[in-house]
């Protein structure tokens, strides 16, 4: 089976009215999503054999304490700048051009691609999980995917199962 995990950046900031967008850095409260999701990976996901990133700061800042957290050494990572803003069928076409020996993939990327790419891919698993997903992919929200045996190439929208789905906020004290 592969393992397809697809994290949203956390929160980022928006009163930097001088940064481009692609320049924009994690507020406060996206470095803790990022500190609280990173620590939910390393201990519930599969280790992800490559990350793929976006070169966008915010992304770049919510990869880095999931590196802390998984530990050394560090699964390989490509930033590729492609990934910036990408659309699902984009997304897509990078998850089907993975290498055959990549058996869980992480992609850190932003929304609405990240999200739709999720949605179109999660064609079974916990309804509420899915009902979730398709909602909203807020922002630090991961969702853990599951695809068939077959080559990466042949990945195709409907055939995954959503494992699960986590938002920072699940994590926050009621």
């Known amino acids: 089976m592969k393992?397809?995990?697809?994290?949203?950046?956390?929160?980022?900031?928006?009163?930097?009215?001088?940064?481009?967008?692609?320049?924009?850095?994690?507020?406060?409260?996206?470095?803790?999503?990022?500190?609280?999701?990173?620590?939910?990976?390393?201990?519930?996901?599969p280790r992800p054999d490559l990350i793929l990133c976006s070169t966008a700061v915010r992304t770049r800042q919510t990869l880095a304490p999931l590196v802390n957290a998984l530990g050394s050494p560090a699964p390989p990572i490509s930033l590729e700048k492609q990934l910036y803003l990408a659309s699902e069928s984009e997304l897509l076409e990078r998850l089907q051009a993975l290498p055959e020996d990549v058996e869980t993939v992480l992609l850190i990327g932003h929304n609405e691609g990240i999200g739709e790419l999720a949605g179109a891919l999660a064609g079974h698993g916990p309804r509420e999980a899915l009902e979730r997903l398709r909602d909203k992919y807020p922002t630090g929200a991961l969702a853990a995917l599951r695809a068939p045996q077959?080559?990466?190439?042949a990945l195709t929208p409907g055939m995954c199962e959503l494992l699960a789905f986590v938002r920072p906020r699940d994590f926050e004290p009621r």
């Open 3 to 45: 393992n397809i995990l697809l994290l949203r950046h956390a929160k980022s900031a928006w009163d930097m009215p001088h940064e481009s967008d692609h320049d924009r850095p994690l507020n406060d409260r996206g470095e803790r999503a990022a500190r609280t999701m990173a620590g939910h990976i390393a201990a519930k996901a």
């Open 150 to 153: 077959g080559p990466w190439s």
